[in-house]
């Protein structure tokens, strides 16, 4: 299922950055990822070098233990 989800993700972004380095956020519609929602995060590139999570899906959420939306992916 990695795969899988690895190609659903990569697809979806693709298809929204076009010629683009990446998407803006703006574009990125969570309803349209909703078969691997749950497996799916998206970080933030914040002032000062940090990297706070702007989406946790349920499945990384349990796997670190905790709802971790907002905090620094470098401080896992």
Known sequence: ??????????NYWNELR???????????E???????????FILERAPGGS???RLAGTRICEQIGREVR???????
Do not use: H
């Open 1 to 10: 299922m990695k795969q899988a989800t690895t190609q659903i993700l990569y």
């Open 18 to 28: 076009g010629n683009r380095l990446a998407p803006t956020r703006f574009e990125i």
């Open 30 to 40: 969570p309803s349209q990822l909703a078969p691997v929602l749950s497996e799916t």
């Open 51 to 53: 990297y706070p999570f």
């Open 70 to 76: 907002g905090e620094d992916f470098l401080d896992l």
